[in-house]
T-cell receptor
Framework: KAGVTQTPRYLIKTRGQQVTLSCSPISGHRSVSWYQQTPGQGLQFLFEYFSETQRNKGNFPGRFSGRQFSNSRSEMNVSTLELGDSALYLC?????????????FGPGTRLTVL | ELKVEQNPLFLSMQEGKNYTIYCNYSTTSDRLYWYRQDPGKSLESLFVLLSNGAVKQEGRLMASLDTKARLSTLHITAAVHDLSATYFCADSQGGKLIFGQGTELSVKP
């Protein structure tokens, strides 16, 4: 069974630009969550999508947005990039929403903002 | 505020020694996760602890959960170099994982 895939794996952008990251969950998984990992703040929850609806949102500014498609694939968008957005962005999928579903992580997209 | 705290944050061990990583969490969750992360890599699921008193073992790693004390432990037995990595515990709250700061483990010969 294929795992969670994320594209691209590496990205370099400049301040003010916008970026879109993509995540394909494990087949049959309907929930996709996004996390940001930085050395200073650690691993922080961004948002969760289930059945094309945002179910949960973390404490991030509105520049961070996402969506989920009918095939459960998800995209995350960051507009007006700031230097502090440089991070490893991890996507995780689970069978369903709610705390009782184990999340499986993809390889991540490393975003560098110059 | 939901909090998950790990200690120690850094751990340098000699091969063959035993040690324990502690994870305290602030919620009433009955589910706790342990993940491993190698440098530059993603998170690998190690254990899912589902209820009070749960104990799981895989190789040299054993994890336990005490929901009354809101404490989980990850015990390392006879450490080997391959266990060098960062270990995270995470509490699950309504579908989102709240992670601890991570424990960076270095096992030296």
């Amino acid at each position: 069974k294929a795992g969670v895939t994320q594209t691209p794996r590496y990205l370099i952008k400049t301040r003010g630009q916008q970026v879109t990251l993509s995540c394909s969950p494990i087949s049959g998984h309907r929930s996709v969550s996004w996390y940001q990992q930085t050395p200073g703040q650690g691993l922080q929850f961004l948002f969760e999508y289930f059945s094309e609806t945002q179910r949960n949102k973390g404490n991030f500014p509105g520049r961070f947005s996402g969506r989920q498609f009918s095939n459960s694939r998800s995209e995350m968008n960051v507009s007006t990039l700031e230097l502090g957005d440089s991070a490893l962005y991890l996507c995780a999928s689970s069978l369903a929403t709610g705390g009782r579903n184990e999340q499986f992580f993809g390889p991540g997209t490393r975003l560098t903002v110059l | 505020e939901l909090k998950v705290e790990q200690n120690p944050l850094f751990l340098s061990m000699q091969e063959g020694k035993n040690y324990t990583i502690y994870c305290n969490y602030s919620t009433t969750s009955d589910r706790l996760y342990w993940y491993r992360q190698d440098p530059g890599k993603s998170l690998e699921s190690l254990f899912v602890l589902l209820s009070n008193g749960a104990v799981k073992q895989e190789g040299r790693l054993m994890a336990s959960l005490d929901t009354k004390a809101r404490l989980s432990t990850l015990h390392i037995t006879a450490a080997v170099h391959d266990l060098s990595a960062t270990y995270f515990c995470a509490d699950s709250q309504g579908g989102k994982l709240i992670f601890g700061q991570g424990t960076e483990l270095s096992v030296k010969p």
